[in-house]
């Protein structure tokens, strides 16, 4: 086997098309490694093709072509190790109201056949913090103990693979952190993981390597840390003492500048490379050309910058 966990190439998706809906290139053509061991997000906007791929994985979505490996088992030929390897937590919640959270793990062990003796769900209740709920209707539990559980229930059969479709979609931050933490514990247990998310903040926190998608292709995919070193752009908002009078990008005489924005009549936001120039040198353009600056305000860019530009970038090409 290849070091990778999940090894995707040339995967196409193509839905029928249906009454009054086209037919929808879902995923034109990817191909990307999913390293063994750490944790992997996969990033784009809404419709970008994230879900189509991971449904893909679970065996949910039938491919239109191309080849998925799952711990070196080809989705195709080899289905059953690949479901085996892979735990999936879906997007939606959705238990029987009426098992408690120890039954909704033992009926799922049953569904993958493992051996009682082999069985875990005590221990995994306990991983999630969901132990002293054992026994309670899981229609009780509260919507964070429901991710959790939903995350036990991923783990019954004991998978190398943990994938996780947008795990802290509309959860509050205090929730959204104690899933960070559980999905980094399962991690340095071992587990590889696997999450889409479009919260850039998620990706940048938990992921040690990032794939963007966008409209069903792929824009990059790279270690995290590279990622956030292209977003070399700082972004200095300046407020002047009186409006504008020439257009924004009239003060972009300078090549070094990248970006100029008018924001209102008197606020400037100027992006510029910060290898390059400082904001000190943008100012002074500023005030060569007669205005007096009353306020400023810098920040660096962050993934989500970077996502625009790579995307922009895309349609450019
Ligand atoms: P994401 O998870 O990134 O939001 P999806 O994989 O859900 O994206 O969707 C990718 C594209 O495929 C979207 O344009 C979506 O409308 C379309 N799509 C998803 N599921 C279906 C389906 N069952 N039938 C037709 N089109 C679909």
């Given at each position: 086997?290849?070091?990778?966990a999940?090894?995707?190439?040339?995967?196409?998706?193509?839905?029928?098309?249906?009454?009054?809906?086209?037919?929808?290139?879902?995923?034109?053509g990817?191909?990307?490694?999913?390293?063994?061991?750490?944790?992997?997000?996969l990033?784009?906007?809404?419709?970008?093709?994230?879900?189509?791929?991971?449904?893909?994985?679970?065996?949910?979505?039938?491919?239109?072509g191309?080849?998925?490996?799952?711990?070196g088992?080809d989705?195709?030929r080899?289905?059953?190790?690949?479901?085996?390897?892979?735990?999936?937590?879906?997007q939606?919640?959705?238990?029987?109201?009426?098992?408690?959270?120890?039954?909704v793990?033992?009926n799922?062990?049953?569904?993958?056949?493992?051996?009682?003796?082999?069985?875990?769900s005590?221990?995994?209740?306990?991983?999630?913090?969901?132990?002293?709920?054992?026994?309670?209707?899981?229609?009780?539990?509260?919507?964070?103990?429901?991710?959790?559980?939903l995350?036990?229930?991923?783990?019954?059969?004991?998978?190398?693979i943990?994938v996780?479709?947008?795990?802290?979609?509309?959860?509050?931050?205090?929730?959204r952190?104690?899933?960070?933490?559980?999905?980094?514990?399962?991690?340095?247990?071992?587990?590889?993981?696997?999450?889409?998310?479009?919260?850039?903040e998620?990706?940048?926190?938990?992921?040690d390597?990032?794939?963007?998608?966008?409209?069903?292709t792929?824009?990059?995919?790279?270690?995290?840390?590279?990622?956030?070193?292209?977003a070399?752009?700082?972004?200095?908002?300046?407020?002047?003492?009186?409006?504008?009078?020439?257009?924004?990008?009239a003060i972009?005489?300078?090549?070094?500048?990248?970006?100029?924005?008018?924001?209102?009549?008197?606020?400037?936001?100027?992006?510029?490379?910060r290898?390059?120039?400082?904001a000190?040198?943008v100012?002074?353009?500023?005030?060569?050309?007669?205005?007096?600056?009353?306020?400023?305000?810098?920040?660096?860019?962050?993934?989500?910058?970077?996502?625009?530009?790579?995307?922009?970038?895309?349609?450019?090409?």
């Amino acid at each position: 086997m290849s070091d990778a966990a999940i090894e995707i190439r040339d995967l196409v998706k193509t839905y029928a098309a249906q009454k009054n809906q086209p037919v929808k290139h879902a995923l034109q053509g990817v191909s990307l490694d999913v390293p063994n061991g750490g944790i992997f997000g996969l990033l784009g906007p809404n419709g970008a093709g994230k879900s189509t791929m991971i449904n893909i994985m679970a065996g949910l979505v039938n491919k239109t072509g191309g080849t998925v490996r799952i711990w070196g088992h080809d989705i195709d030929r080899d289905h059953r190790n690949a479901k085996l390897s892979i735990g999936i937590v879906p997007q939606e919640i959705v238990f029987d109201p009426f098992f408690t959270p120890f039954e909704v793990l033992e009926n799922q062990a049953g569904m993958y056949g493992v051996a009682r003796t082999l069985r875990r769900s005590e221990a995994l209740l306990r991983a999630v913090h969901l132990h002293d709920k054992r026994n309670a209707y899981a229609r009780s539990l509260s919507g964070g103990m429901k991710r959790r559980l939903l995350i036990a229930k991923a783990m019954v059969h004991a998978p190398p693979i943990l994938v996780l479709d947008e795990p802290t979609a509309g959860v509050d931050v205090e929730l959204r952190r104690q899933l960070w933490e559980l999905v980094g514990d399962l991690n340095s247990q071992g587990v590889t993981v696997v999450l889409t998310t479009h919260y850039l903040e998620e990706a940048e926190q938990l992921c040690d390597r990032i794939a963007i998608i966008n409209h069903g292709t792929l824009v990059t995919n790279q270690p995290t840390r590279e990622l956030i070193a292209m977003a070399r752009d700082k972004i200095v908002r300046v407020t002047l003492e009186r409006d504008l009078t020439v257009p924004a990008e009239a003060i972009m005489g300078d090549p070094l500048l990248t970006k100029a924005v008018l924001i209102d009549p008197r606020t400037l936001e100027i992006t510029y490379d910060r290898d390059r120039m400082s904001a000190g040198q943008v100012l002074a353009i500023l005030q060569r050309e007669g205005y007096t600056i009353q306020d400023v305000t810098t920040r660096e860019a962050d993934l989500e910058d970077v996502f625009v530009q790579l995307t922009m970038q895309q349609q450019a090409a």
